[in-house]
Nanobody, 127 residues
Framework: QVQLVESGGGLVQPGGSLRLSCAASGSIFSINAMGWYRQAPGKQRELVAAITSGGSTNYADSVKGRFTISRDNAKNTVYLQMNSLKPEDTAVYYC?????????????????????WGQGTQVTVSS
């Protein structure tokens, strides 16, 4: 089993900054891509930013130039630095990981890749 634990959300004024963190733990063999999604009230969940194990990144047009995604592979942790926050950035932010799981008993990965989600962290941008 794998767990993703997010932290760093909160209330911030427009123009402010926040840094989200997401740590993955459990029966992990390797992590392929990690990313951040968000869901505002009444809207569908959308991709904010993603990063591969090699460091390639992808951003939603609405956050380019303001948000930066990074990861620490040794710690199985992904970060989202959010600057110049706007009220429209208000949403619940979810961490996502696409990974291979380890079978501890056999000592090798379980066939296939699996997706896991964090519990979500609220980001509110308001004056």
């Amino acid at each position: 089993q794998v767990q993703l634990v997010e932290s760093g959300g909160g209330l911030v004024q427009p123009g402010g900054s926040l840094r989200l963190s997401c740590a993955a733990s459990g029966s992990i063999f390797s992590i392929n891509a990690m990313g951040w999604y968000r869901q505002a009230p009444g809207k569908q969940r959308e991709l904010v930013a993603a990063i591969t194990s090699g460091g390639s990144t992808n951003y939603a047009d609405s956050v380019k130039g303001r948000f930066t995604i990074s990861r620490d592979n040794a710690k199985n942790t992904v970060y989202l630095q959010m600057n110049s926050l706007k009220p429209e950035d208000t949403a619940v932010y979810y961490c996502n990981a696409n990974l291979e799981e380890l079978d501890y008993g056999l000592g090798h990965p379980i066939p296939g890749t699996y997706e896991y989600w964090g519990q979500g962290t609220q980001v509110t941008v308001s004056s």
